[in-house]
């Protein structure tokens, strides 16, 4: 008699609101047995790190078409190559340094992006290159009441070219007008998921919350990443080489901590297309 061995997914919680490690090994993760469980835990706990995993590329995009529709951008073998360092990027070093403060990807996009799973080749020095994350779920879960009532029909302009002002606060016109040109789209503040779920849409990239005073929108804006992004929300992953870290870019805010652009820090990045338009 042949016996199956059905293979278990092996995880551990980083911290109560956000955050697992995942344990399994290399091939059972290559495998696609556990993909459906994975999935189920990222849009639980935000953020996942398989810690000194060591995909090759190759192996990266495979691991990452075992989790859905495997979105395809940069090199040959499908990988992105994230730095600031413009010798490796010379094409997006100067757009990626808006990567430094919280953020979702595609924003202006009518499908955003489901995940991002990024791998450390090379880190920073200990101590800088963190990438943090912040679960905007748990974050929303978490508000009074009140404040949930006062935000929940609320709708904000989300356009890349603001971001440019947390890192070049007097930009040239040109540098404007080439950011101004990616386009900006009307988000909800507060976007109800499929699941019935909601969470906050918040980052670099919010300009003002439509129909209301510029003064009241800033602190709406920045009151909530300021809540969203407290300790209880977030966790900042210290890379080590081999690491890989997969998140739900659909609930939960990224920024890339500071570090020395010329101090080598090199980061392989897959995507997962998205699956769920932004809630109107």
Same mark, same amino acid.
């Given at each position: 008699?042949?016996?199956?061995?059905?293979?278990?997914?092996?995880?551990?919680? @980083?911290?109560?609101?956000?955050?697992?490690?995942?344990?399994?090994?290399?091939?059972?993760?290559?495998?696609?047995? @556990?993909?459906?469980?994975?999935?189920?835990?990222?849009?639980?706990?935000?953020?996942?790190?398989?810690?000194?995993?060591?995909?090759?590329?190759?192996?990266?995009?495979?691991?990452?078409?075992?989790?859905?529709?495997?979105?395809?951008?940069?090199?040959?073998?499908?990988?992105?190559?994230?730095?600031?360092?413009?010798?490796?990027?010379?094409?997006?070093?100067?757009?990626?340094?808006?990567?430094?403060?919280?953020? @979702?990807?595609?924003?202006?996009?009518?499908?955003? @992006?489901?995940?991002?799973?990024?791998?450390?080749?090379?880190?920073?020095?200990?101590?800088?290159?963190?990438?943090?994350?912040?679960?905007?779920?748990?974050?929303?879960?978490?508000?009074?009441?009140?404040?949930?009532?006062?935000?929940?029909?609320?709708?904000?302009?989300?356009?890349?070219?603001?971001?440019?002002?947390?890192?070049?606060?007097?930009?040239?016109?040109?540098?404007?007008?080439?950011?101004?040109?990616?386009?900006?789209?009307?988000?909800?503040?507060?976007?109800?998921?499929?699941?019935?779920?909601?969470?906050?849409?918040?980052?670099?990239?919010?300009?003002?919350?439509?129909?209301?005073?510029?003064?009241?929108?800033?602190?709406?804006?920045?009151?909530?990443?300021?809540?969203?992004?407290?300790?209880?929300?977030?966790y900042s992953h210290e890379w080590e080489v081999g690491d890989l870290v997969i998140w739900d870019n659909t609930g939960t805010m990224h920024r890339a901590e500071a570090y020395d652009p010329e101090c080598g820090r090199m980061m392989l990045?897959?995507?997962?297309?998205?699956?769920?338009?932004?809630?109107?």
């Amino acid at each position: 008699m042949t016996t199956t061995t059905q293979t278990q997914l092996n995880q551990e919680e @980083i911290k109560p609101a956000i955050g697992s490690r995942i344990l399994n090994t290399k091939e059972e993760l290559l495998s696609g047995d @556990i993909a459906g469980e994975i999935r189920d835990l990222l849009e639980a706990r935000g953020v996942l790190v398989f810690p000194q995993i060591n995909f090759t590329p190759e192996e990266q995009v495979a691991f990452t078409k075992t989790l859905g529709t495997f979105a395809p951008e940069g090199d040959d073998e499908g990988v992105t190559k994230i730095t600031l360092d413009v010798k490796e990027n010379p094409q997006s070093a100067e757009y990626l340094k808006g990567s430094l403060y919280w953020h @979702i990807d595609g924003t202006r996009n009518e499908v955003p @992006i489901l995940a991002s799973l990024l791998s450390c080749k090379v880190p920073s020095p200990k101590g800088t290159g963190n990438t943090g994350f912040s679960n905007t779920y748990s974050a929303y879960d978490a508000l009074p009441d009140e404040t949930k009532a006062e935000i929940d029909d609320l709708h904000v302009l989300h356009a890349p070219w603001a971001s440019l002002f947390y890192y070049s606060p007097e930009p040239a016109l040109a540098m404007l007008k080439g950011m101004q040109s990616i386009g900006e789209k009307e988000l909800p503040l507060v976007w109800e998921h499929a699941s019935g779920r909601k969470s906050l849409v918040l980052g670099c990239t919010s300009h003002h919350v439509i129909g209301v005073d510029h003064q009241k929108s800033a602190e709406i804006i920045h009151g909530l990443r300021e809540w969203a992004t407290g300790p209880e929300f977030t966790y900042s992953h210290e890379w080590e080489v081999g690491d890989l870290v997969i998140w739900d870019n659909t609930g939960t805010m990224h920024r890339a901590e500071a570090y020395d652009p010329e101090c080598g820090r090199m980061m392989l990045r897959t995507k997962l297309e998205g699956e769920e338009p932004w809630a109107s």
